[in-house]
């Protein structure tokens, strides 16, 4: 144990067992399900008991975008492999539903341990995985340092990391090296991600690059009878420009809102679909669309009989139904880039076939940007007047914006095959265990 990791382990342990009180009155207050909280300690009990079979594959995926990856990362992983056993885990309770309402019958689906010494010990000693699997940036140094000591393969897979983590990894490398050095291999996203984690400390012999498994499930969601259902619900006429601001972030609420006021005085039959990144941000752009004079609806109050869509403003108050709304769009724009967060997944529209639209902050999708700014598939604008004046374009040239939209879709379609390369990858490890 070296003295990042000796450090890391001690201030961990202090902090759990001086926050556990709170944790508790946390779990009561919230009404947190007994099963969660008992599996966030590492007790499983029955579920445990209930696991069979090998090879046992654990897949930890945080929350709602990582299950997505890991769906097309067990599949690919099935088809190599059909008896395989595999553990899903997740860190949030949205992510477990979306979990276990999607892949339930292809996984056992638990909350993951807290990164507490005897959490992930007791955790891995009753599950007893093969391999551990974490997605993306989930770096968690006890569970990956006793899986180690246990004889248990680990991998980072689908692995990114963006600009702006290695910035903070950084202050903290020496206990990222000892944590990399441990783990059997690193399959990531991107050219640049694997130089990135190699700066870190990881051994460059055990790194690999195998593209973004999110790709490989972004096709099955284009279906048509999920746009029709779409079209129905928010009664999108064939004729009716529609734009759909997807997870917008911090003030670009009102700054959709102010883009909308300049495109409806052209385009009065326009729609806005604005989908907030997080829920908490719904009242308060409620109350600014309606202080404009735009007329409003939440999605949640919506019924194709009982109460349509009428307003000339929607906001979303859902989770997880982004990805079909973006079907019905004529335009989209995704948030989190006119303000310096980083942007969000711009391909999940793209794959619709539709002209995407971004802001300046791409820091942590630059490969999704390059992708189809490669193809002439994306546009980012520098500010909301570039953003109105975008739009309007588009809504007054459809056969523009479609064909912008093709060489999107065509760019995603084009990277199909990560999720296998990534299985791939898996399955070495467990080949040469």
């Known amino acids: 144990m070296n003295l990042a990791y000796g450090a890391y382990a001690v201030l961990s342990s202090g902090l759990f067992v001086s926050a556990f009180p709170l944790y508790c009155l946390y779990a009561k207050w919230s009404r947190q399900p007994r099963r969660q909280m008992s599996q966030r300690l590492g007790i499983y009990g029955a579920h445990a008991r209930a696991i069979s079979g090998t090879p046992r594959i654990w897949i930890h995926a945080v929350s709602v975008g990582e299950v997505t990856v890991a769906g097309a990362i067990i599949q690919a992983l099935k088809k190599r492999m059909p008896h395989c056993v595999i553990i899903l885990s997740t860190t ?83 206990l990222m090296k000892e944590i990399f050095t441990t783990l059997d291999a690193f399959s990531m996203i991107h050219a640049e991600d694997a130089k990135r984690i190699q700066q870190l400390g990881a051994p460059l012999q055990n790194i690999s690059v195998g593209g973004n498994a999110k790709y490989d499930l972004l096709r099955a969601a284009t279906e048509t009878a999920t746009a029709d259902a779409m079209k129905k619900l928010y009664r999108v006429t064939p004729d009716q420009p529609v734009l759909v601001a997807g997870s917008t972030r911090g003030a670009e609420g009102d700054l959709v809102l102010a883009v909308f ?95 995407v639209i971004y802001g300046p902050s791409m820091d942590d999708f630059r490969d999704a940007r390059e992708l189809l700014e490669s193809t002439g598939g994306g546009i980012q604008v520098a500010n909301e007047v570039e953003l109105a004046e975008k739009v309007a374009d588009y809504f007054s040239r459809p056969d523009m914006a479609a064909g912008i939209g093709f060489r999107a879709k065509q760019a995603v379609l084009s990277q199909s095959g990560a999720a296998d390369r990534h299985a791939a990858v898996i399955y070495r490890l467990l080949s040469n265990s």
């Open 92 to 174: 949030t309770a949205h992510g477990q539903a979306v979990a276990v309402e999607k892949l339930a019958a292809q996984a056992v689906c638990l909350y993951a341990p807290i990164d507490f010494i005897l959490s992930v010990q007791n955790a891995l000693s009753v599950l007893k995985p093969d391999i551990l699997v974490c997605l993306e940036t989930e770096i968690w140094p006890n569970w990956l340092m006793a899986a180690h000591r246990m004889g248990i393969k680990t991998a980072l897979i689908n692995g990114r990391l963006s600009v702006r983590s290695i910035k903070r990894y950084r202050k903290i490398r020496p």
């Open 261 to 355: 006021q300049k495109i409806i005085a052209q385009f009065p039959q326009a729609l806005l679909i604005i989908a907030p990144r997080h829920l908490k941000r719904v009242p308060e752009i409620s109350e600014r669309a309606r202080h404009l004079g735009f007329s409003c609806q939440l999605r949640t109050r919506l019924n194709e009989t009982n109460a349509p869509r009428t307003a000339s403003v929607v906001i979303i108050d859902t989770i997880g139904e982004l990805q079909a709304i973006y079907g019905i769009a004529s335009v989209v724009f995704c948030g989190g880039s006119l303000v310096p967060l980083g942007g969000q997944n711009i391909l999940e529209a793209a794959v619709w076939g539709k002209p």
